[in-house]
Every structure is written in structure tokens, then in C-alpha cells.
């Protein structure tokens, strides 16, 4: 390959990159779990690699969007770095799995395990952020002794929040298979880790999704110096992909305080649906041994844009029957 | 007792991490390219990364080449050191916050930020031994 092709080659992965960070911060799941599916499939880059590249990248959108919430006060420094235990836990597993996955050669269990997590993140995603503050629930044992309490300033409802966490114990074994699913696809799990929060620990949702992203840093810097030694990053494909993410995770925040329409993120989401299948449908190519270009490919396109347009319609009349009975 | 900002001291951290690591990694990309390679490896070889038989991975470049490959104006260690950095800034917010909480003399959040910091560490020069 001459310089010229791989420049543009380099230039297509830092776009790739850009869209996979401005989709993935409009919709709140993160870069990661739109980088990976887009390289792979759209890149045709083996998914050793893109894993490889999108949790390293993620570190970078972490940091870069945490540093403006930490500064805010919403997130919960104290109660994110107490969860850590487990997600840190779990990324250790997380990774050495994914090590003897490769080894055994069932790499198509992968693609598999990533579609289904993809589309399950999509239902607490979506669900989100209807609800601004949780339903009062009674301090327990675990509030008193892990001092789960904290207070922000809320610009929406315009009055300082008082807030406290329950079940630090649920939050934990959550958090665990958080940092488990971050290790073995290389995303940020952010979804899981707001379901830890909210579901679990009765958060406030701008407390949750704070935390959340200035937590996945630190879990993907855990899974990220294992992949390091065992090979999973291409330098120059992470280098592409953390610029692009970067700036489309900045740009997403950006644009994200300006989308009033709410219709608008039902096409996000379905791109997400399209990506999850599509990544089911690869893996099981894959495990046919089938070829993962030509025809095949195309089929398996035209299948997953049928079969995700169903389920988000599913999705979205659910939503709204929930809401005329609300 | 002087009255310090954690908050602003942890935004602070991740911040400048990123900043410092997107630009290694940008002066890494234009060396790489205005060389024609880098660590000895042509371009076409580093640029190809569709193949992984047939490519430069992470394993190859130790951490232990990183000050000499940066002396020498190595684009790749150049890439390797902004991406180490990206791993190094959670580590830095961990030993920060380890500080504020035996500061403020609250042993639980010590423990739970040490046992954290420790899962870090691990990962980055203990279980790296056992692997590859």
C-alpha cells in the first residue's frame, strides 16, 4: 500500500471513530459499543483489534467528559471509586476470559455475546431519564456504614438535590459483571453500570450516568494494560480510533443539550438495533465457517435492518402505551 | 487546615491526561507517517491492520523501549507512551482520591480506593507476567 491509501485508510478509521463517539454519547451507551460493530463490520478490521482500540479509546472519552462532571460536583467521586472494587474485579476476569476465548478459537462467540449485550442495553437506554429523581426509599444498613449520602446542584429543577444510596451490596454484584462485560468486549459497559446505580442503588439519574462515565476510565484502564500484553491493540488503529471517538463523544455533548426532539434519538437507536443484530447474525456466519463478505454479507444486512426496525417498533409502542397509562 | 477542592484537583487529572495523550499520540501519527515507519517496521506493515499475523501489536512494544523510542523520535513509542498515558490517568485520580480519603482520615473509603488502585496494578504489571 502507498502513503496516499494509507492515509485515507487511517482517515476512514478516525471518521468510523467520530461517528461511533457522537452516536454513542447522543444515546448514552458509549463509544465503544458502537466502535466495535463498525469496524468489524463495516471496516472489515478482525475483532480482536477493534476490541482492542475501543477500550483504550474509551479511557479517553471517560476522562474527557468526567473531567467536566467531576468539576460540577454531580458525579459521586467517593461512592463511583467504592463500586470500583468490583468493576475492577470483574475486568480482570473480564479480560483473561476473552484471552482464552481467542485461545479456544471461538471468537465467534464474541460477535454473538456483543450483539445480545448491545440490544439489552437498549431497553434500560431507552427506558432512561423519565424520570429525573428516584422514589424515596429508606436508608439501609449499607447507606449508614458506606456513607452513601450526597447532594448536587440540579440546573433542570433549579434547587440543591439531597440524595442517598441503598443497596451497596446489589450495586456491587452488578458492578461486577459491569467490569466482567467491559474486559471481555472492550466497551465501557456504561449501560449496566447505570443499571447498577439506578436499579440497585436508588440513585439520582444525572447522579448515575455521571458516575457511571467518570467509573468506566477506571474499569477500562484495568482491561486495557491486559489486552496491551497479550496483543490486542494495533497501535496505529487505536491512535485513529481515540482521536475520532474523542471528538465525536465532545461533539455528541455538545449537540446533546441542543436536541429538544426526542423522536430524533428513536433513529439512533435504531441504527444501535441494527448494529446488535448484525453482530449476532456475523457471529453466527462465523460459526458456520461461512465467508463474511459478498452475498452473505448482504443478506445479512437486509435481514438485520428488517429484523431491527421490528424490534424497535416493538420497543417504541411499548414505550408509549407505558406512557398514556403513566 | 488548608481547604482544597477534590473535585476540581480529579477534573483536573483527567483533563490534562487527555491532553497530554492526544497529543503523544497525534506527534506519534505524523512521525510514523513522515518516516515511513517506525520501531524498524515500514509503514505499509504498521498501516496493516486488517491482518493480525502481519502486523505490529501492542506485545511488541515493551514499556521498557518507551524513553529510548521517544529520544530517538520513534513515532510508535510516541503512539505507545499517549496511549500508556490514557491507562496512567485513572491510576493518577486513584492515588489522588487515596490521599484526600487518609486526609480526611476515612479508613473504610482508604481501604475500598486501595483495594481498587490495587486491582490497577495488578493488571498493569502482575498479571501481564502470566499471559502472552
Known amino acids: 500500500m502507498d502513503p496516499a491509501s494509507i492515509l485515507l485508510s487511517f482517515i476512514s478509521v478516525v471518521i468510523a471513530g467520530f461517528i461511533a463517539g457522537l452516536l454513542g454519547s447522543l444515546t448514552g451507551l458509549g463509544g465503544g459499543t458502537v466502535l466495535v460493530p463498525v469496524l468489524t463490520l463495516f471496516l472489515g478490521i478482525p475483532i480482536v483489534f477493534a476490541t482492542g482500540a475501543s477500550l483504550i479509546s474509551t479511557i479517553a472519552t471517560s476522562a474527557g467528559s468526567a473531567s467536566g462532571y467531576t468539576k460540577s460536583k454531580i458525579a459521586n467521586i467517593r461512592i463511583a471509586i467504592g463500586l470500583e472494587v468490583a468493576t475492577t474485579t470483574g475486568a480482570i476476569v473480564g479480560s483473561l476470559t476473552l484471552i482464552a476465548v481467542y485461545k479456544t478459537g471461538f471468537i465467534w462467540i464474541i460477535y454473538v455475546i456483543f450483539g445480545l449485550v448491545l440490544l439489552i442495553s437498549l431497553v434500560p437506554t431507552i427506558n432512561r431519564a423519565r424520570f429525573e429523581l428516584p422514589k424515596a426509599m429508606k436508608p439501609d444498613w449499607t447507606t449508614r456504614i458506606f456513607n452513601l449520602y450526597g447532594s448536587y446542584y440540579d440546573q433542570r429543577l433549579k434547587k440543591q438535590v439531597d440524595y442517598h444510596a441503598v443497596r451497596w451490596w446489589l450495586g456491587e454484584i452488578v458492578m461486577f459483571f459491569a467490569g466482567f462485560i467491559s474486559g471481555l468486549l472492550g466497551i465501557g459497559s456504561g449501560a449496566l453500570k447505570v443499571l447498577g446505580m439506578d436499579w440497585a442503588m436508588n440513585l439520582p439519574m444525572k447522579v448515575t450516568t455521571t458516575s457511571s462515565n467518570f467509573m468506566i476510565g477506571i474499569t477500562a484502564a484495568t482491561g486495557s494494560s491486559i489486552y496491551w500484553f497479550a496483543g490486542y491493540i494495533q497501535p496505529f488503529l487505536a491512535a485513529a480510533t481515540a482521536v475520532g471517538v474523542l471528538a465525536g463523544a465532545f461533539l455528541g455533548s455538545k449537540i446533546l443539550v441542543k436536541i429538544t426532539n426526542v423522536r430524533i434519538r428513536w433513529i439512533f437507536f435504531w441504527v444501535l438495533a441494527f448494529l446488535g443484530v448484525d453482530m449476532i447474525f456475523s457471529g453466527a456466519v462465523r460459526e458456520q465457517n461461512l465467508p463474511t463478505t459478498g452475498t452473505i454479507s448482504y443478506i445479512g444486512f437486509a435481514i438485520s435492518i428488517l429484523i431491527s426496525i421490528v424490534l424497535l417498533l416493538l420497543l417504541y409502542l411499548k414505550v408509549r402505551r407505558e406512557k398514556a397509562n403513566a | 487546615m488548608p481547604k482544597f477542592d477534590q473535585n476540581a484537583i480529579t477534573s483536573m487529572i483527567l483533563s490534562s491526561g487527555v491532553i497530554l495523550s492526544l497529543s503523544l499520540i497525534i506527534i506519534g501519527v505524523a512521525l510514523v507517517f513522515i518516516r ?39 513515532g510508535l513509542y510516541y503512539i505507545s507512551v499517549g496511549l500508556w498515558v490514557l491507562i496512567f490517568t485513572p491510576v493518577t485520580v486513584l492515588i489522588d482520591a487515596l490521599v484526600t480519603f487518609g486526609h480526611e482520615r476515612n479508613k473504610l473509603y482508604t481501604l475500598l480506593d486501595a483495594i481498587v488502585l490495587f486491582n490497577l496494578l495488578l493488571a498493569i504489571f502482575v498479571i501481564p507476567r502470566f499471559i502472552g
Request: aromatic share 6%; hydrophobic share 35%; net charge negative.
Open chain 2, 36 to 74: 515511513g515507519g517506525g520501531d524498524g517496521v515500514p509503514l505499509s506493515e504498521i498501516a496493516n491492520y486488517h491482518n493480525p499475523g502481519d502486523t505490529i501489536t501492542s506485545v511488541s512494544l515493551l514499556p521498557a523501549n518507551f524513553i529510548g523510542g521517544l529520544i530517538a523520535g520513534d
